[in-house]
């Protein structure tokens, strides 16, 4: 069985949550872990189970304008960010708005600040909502991983992520 993993990451701190989840379900499936921009019609085709994720801007999925607002902020004198090399690319708005269609079963989640999803949002509903309008089946609800108000993931969050990845691949192997 084949796990296909596409995220989006302006700062690395979604890629980093991505080969966690990656790790997780390796343990059953053969596993890709991809940036948007590189997760072609073929490699969505041919997976069992896609697991799309990505950061909350504004509440939700990011644009064109808060992808660049990112880059800004990364490119300041002094800033401690950093862009994630994949961070060029597009975002998953765009993407998903063109999904092919697939059998894959579906999973999403998000990175966010740690502090009520009320307040921050969610990327990741964004994302499961539009899983289910191109017909995916989601396996679990919607995941957020916590980063600090200075963009730096929060403790044990790559634990869990990998923790989450084998979930999921174990509640699919038992659902068959």
Excluded: C
């Excluded at 191109?134 to 869990?160: C, I, M, Y």
């Amino acid at each position: 069985m084949r796990a296909l993993v596409v995220y989006e990451s302006m700062y690395g701190n979604t890629h980093r949550i991505a080969d966690a989840i990656g790790e997780g379900l390796a343990e059953v499936y053969r596993v890709d872990v991809v940036p948007v921009a590189r997760a072609g019609a073929q490699l969505v085709q041919a997976a069992d189970l896609l697991v799309v994720g990505g950061p909350t801007h504004v509440r939700g999925l990011s644009r064109a304008t808060t992808r660049a607002s990112a880059a800004t902020e990364a490119g300041k004198p002094g800033s401690v960010l950093t862009l994630d090399p994949s961070a060029g690319g597009p975002g998953l708005r765009d993407w998903l708005a063109t999904l092919p269609a697939t059998h894959a079963r579906a999973a999403a989640f998000d990175t966010r600040v740690d502090a009520p999803a009320v307040l921050t949002g969610r990327a990741a509903s964004g994302i499961a909502r539009r899983l289910r309008q191109h017909g995916l089946r989601l396996v679990a609800e919607p995941e957020s991983f916590l980063v600090t108000k200075r963009n730096t993931l929060e403790p044990e969050q790559t634990a869990r992520a990998r923790e989450w990845g084998k979930r999921l691949a174990a509640s699919l192997t038992r659902r068959g």
